[in-house]
């Protein structure tokens, strides 16, 4: 298989991973807050955009790749978070089979 060219100097997006973690309501329940996990540098790049009719309206997804330098915690149901704007991770694989690089498939998360 051919390597693929990864440019670390593209990695110049100041990423959150952040981990889901059960936290008691404080009513007898539970609901998932996210904890930070580490702060990573990153390669964003738009991949999709799809439109479905939802409820009174149109909803809309965007998904992204998100390169990162390997990790063994990286995991689907983690999530990346750059200000405002959240990236919850679907897939992980290593792009080139080198174990340098990861690459997350992500839905950004509006609204």
């Not at 539970?30 to 964003?44: G, K, N, P, S, Y």
């Not at 790049?45 to 909803?59: D, H, I, M, V």
């Not at 995991?75 to 690459?103: C, H, M, S, W």
């Amino acid at each position: 298989m051919a390597m693929m060219d990864i440019d670390a100097g593209r990695l110049t997006a100041r990423l959150v991973l952040e981990r889901p973690e059960v936290v008691e309501d404080g009513q007898g329940g539970a609901v998932t807050a996210f904890a930070e996990l580490a702060r990573v540098w990153a390669l964003i790049e738009p991949r999709g955009f799809a439109e479905e009719e939802k409820g009174p309206g149109l909803a809309a997804t965007v998904t992204h790749h998100v390169t990162v330098r390997a990790r063994g915690d990286l995991n689907p149901g983690q999530r990346f978070r750059k200000g405002a704007r959240v990236f919850e991770i679907l897939a992980v694989r290593d792009p080139d089979e080198t174990g340098r690089y990861q690459r997350a498939l992500c839905r950004e998360v509006t609204g």
